[in-house]
Structures are given as structure tokens and as C-alpha cells.
């Protein structure tokens, strides 16, 4: 089992920028590297949707929307996955969780029900 600490949220102005963190731990002899991790976000009323994943292996992914403006990234020495966050807009506030799966292939178009750990989510706010 791995356990996720997410962290970086918070209140932001349209234009600015936010990274978010996605901090792992598990037992003796855990490596975030053998997983792939998710970034997902939600807002209320809606479906938690995936916004970038990268893989065991360093291949990632992200929604189409986003991809001109969001980064993933991971430190394997701090077993931790970034989400650089740029030109942040009022429709990207939202709750955003990381999440782990041990399969490979669940960084590609990511479906929330293949993530067996998640974090308890940091609000992200763009807005004047």
C-alpha cells in the first residue's frame, strides 16, 4: 500500500503560477518509481477527471486541454510527482488528488478505478 500526501495548493490570480506535490511513502523498500502516478481533479457536481499521469517507466500523459500549460514530473529521491501549473485559468479550480496503480499501463487516458491509492486532495482557486 502506498500512502500520498499531496501539497502546494491554495488561492491564486488568473495568469499565475502553482506546483503541486504528490509525496509517497509505503514499506521498507518502497520506491515511487515502480508506480505510476496520477494527478486528477474534481469539482463539485462533477466527475473526477484525469489531468496528467506518468509512469513507472517516465512515459506521460495529459488531457488535451492541458498540455500546452501543465507539467508532470517526478523526483525519485524524494519519492515525489510535481504538477507544474502555468497561466492558470478560473475553470482549472478544483480539488486535485494524486493518485498510485501498479499497472503500467493506467498513465494512458487514466481511469480513476485503476488507482488503488489515493491522497486526500489540495484546493486549487484561480481567482481575482
Known amino acids: 500500500q502506498v500512502q500520498l500526501v499531496e501539497s502546494g495548493g491554495g488561492l491564486v490570480q488568473p495568469g499565475g503560477s502553482l506546483r503541486l506535490s504528490c509525496a509517497a511513502s509505503g514499506a521498507s523498500g518502497f520506491t515511487l518509481d515502480d508506480w505510476t502516478v496520477g494527478w486528477f481533479r474534481q469539482v463539485p457536481g462533477k466527475e473526477r477527471e484525469g489531468v496528467s499521469c506518468?509512469?513507472?517507466?517516465?512515459?506521460?500523459w495529459y488531457t488535451d486541454s492541458l498540455k500546452d500549460r501543465f507539467t508532470i514530473s517526478r523526483d525519485s529521491a524524494k519519492n515525489t510527482v510535481y504538477l507544474h501549473m502555468n497561466s492558470l485559468k478560473p475553470e482549472d479550480t478544483a480539488v486535485y488528488y494524486c493518485?498510485?496503480?501498479?499497472?503500467?499501463?493506467?498513465?494512458?487516458?487514466?481511469?480513476?478505478?485503476?488507482?488503488?491509492?489515493w491522497g486526500q486532495g489540495t484546493q486549487v482557486t484561480v481567482s481575482t
Open positions: 493518485a498510485a496503480s501498479y499497472n503500467s499501463g493506467s498513465y494512458y487516458y487514466p481511469n480513476p478505478r485503476e488507482y488503488s491509492s
Open positions: 506518468i509512469s513507472d517507466d517516465g512515459r506521460t
